[in-house]
């Protein structure tokens, strides 16, 4: 069965004023921008008398070094910000600069003043203070004025039954019951504007700490590049190891037979018996190696059939679902299948699940693969593990990889493939 998140289980759906309640990432997001003003004044100061201290010592040696410090500065806080931004709004931001250049002092200096990327950073932190600023006061504001309406019942309540005066008590039961039910109608608008505040900071962030279009475009196209390659050389060391393995000891074993023919011919019928045996293993892992490549269902049946046979293979039950009017391009079902598979293969090994479930349907944007279960979770994506590799597979396309997987449980990857039919 389908993990369901409890934001869209709610009447009036995900975006509706329960689902809003029930999101984490609204609650995610509002200490962060409570708390935005204080990011804003310290970074502008710290970039500012950093700023001020190397400049004007640039026409000597010794303000080289204190310019790189200041921009190495300001960039650290830019790193800083972007991880912010991803655990408080959900907003996966990548550093985008230059790689690191070779030679000394100047070179390097060089290569920090002539990135985009330093300048953009700036930028942010700069605009933090005036952004910030007016975050944390609307959310104070908005917050205090909730917790005060809402209070007010059970004021009341203190006040009746105990003669507790908090300073909000209401001298009748209808205008406290009104207080609350304003507090009630106040929380929901909070959290529309917070989820509001949310969008625009993140939209700003990804704008200026994420580089520009053509900067995405050239990482993805190299992440892709990367990919085929890490991809040729596990083909290669597949066929090394196992098919040509396989095939030398036919190739042996045939020889073997072809000299004992006339001095034993039970010993030759042996060997030619181990080396039918061993053709027919390497041809069994020349299939499955075609199989890893590209397999033959997916191309002549589509998705559908493709991964209904890796749930069959699974070692516990999943459900499958291929909610597709039309197929998708070939790009497109290559990665879905692989990230299927590569997902049930980190179930089997891994997650202690028991059931699990496939998910494929068309968004706005194009294909969206779900894959989930209900293991053990704590999966994480490592830098040369197999969920990497097929996020940078769906860069390529633009696309982005996914991975919720709380410990306890449950795991959720999600592959967001933009295409066009």
């Known amino acids: 069965m389908r993990s369901v998140r409890m934001k869209d289980r709610v009447a009036f759906g995900p975006k509706g004023p329960l689902g809003v309640l029930v999101d984490p990432m609204t609650w995610r997001a509002a200490p962060y921008l409570l708390v935005s003003g204080g990011f804003g004044l310290v970074w502008f100061v710290v970039v500012t008398l950093a700023t001020a201290l190397a400049v004007p010592l640039v026409v000597v040696w010794v303000g080289l070094p204190l310019t790189m410090a200041a921009v190495l500065m300001w960039r650290g806080g830019a790193m800083v910000e972007r991880r912010l931004l991803r655990a408080a709004f959900g907003v996966r931001i990548a550093d985008p ?104 900071h993140g939209t700003l962030g990804t704008v200026l700490l994420g580089g520009s279009e053509e900067d995405r475009l050239r990482a993805s196209r190299a992440r892709g590049i990367d990919a085929a390659e890490s991809e040729r050389r596990r083909i290669e060391r597949d066929l090394h190891d196992g098919a040509q393995q396989r095939l030398l000891s036919v190739a042996v074993d045939l020889g073997r ?31 499955n190696l075609a199989r890893g490549i590209h397999p033959a269902i997916l191309t002549d049946r589509g998705l559908d059939a493709a991964l209904s046979g890796l749930a069959a ?80 597979r769906a860069a390529t396309l633009d696309g982005v990889l996914v991975l919720h997987s709380p410990v306890g449980g449950p795991t959720i990857v999600r592959a967001e493939l933009p295409c066009e039919w």
């Open 97 to 200: 600069y230059r790689g690191r250049p070779e030679g000394g002092l100047l070179a390097h200096l060089t290569w920090l003043l002539g990135d985009k990327a330093t300048w953009q950073d700036l930028g942010y932190l700069l605009m933090l203070l005036p952004l910030g600023l007016v975050e944390s006061a609307l959310s104070v504001a908005l917050w205090t004025a909730t917790a005060m309406l809402l209070l007010v019942p059970l004021a009341r309540v203190l006040y009746v039954l105990g003669g507790v005066d908090s300073g909000l008590v209401v001298d009748n039961w209808p205008g406290a019951l009104l207080a609350g039910a304003f507090g009630v109608l106040l929380l929901v608008l909070t959290a529309y504007l917070v989820r509001g505040m949310a969008w625009l």
């Open 257 to 287: 037979a072809q000299a004992k023919f006339d001095t034993d011919p039970e010993e030759a019928r042996t060997l030619i018996a181990q080396a039918h045996a061993g053709t027919k293993a390497a041809i069994a892992e020349l299939r």
């Open 313 to 392: 293979r699974a070692p516990v039950h999943v459900d499958v679902s291929v909610e597709l009017a039309e197929r998708p391009p070939a790009a497109v079902e290559s990665i879905a299948y692989f990230t299927v598979a590569e997902a049930l293969t980190n179930l089997a090994k891994h997650s202690g699940a028991s059931e699990a479930s496939v998910t494929v349907f068309r968004d706005d944007r194009g294909v969206v693969v779900d894959v989930w279960d209900n293991g053990i979770g704590g999966a994480a994506v490592t830098p040369d593990g197999g969920l990497s590799g097929l996020a940078d």
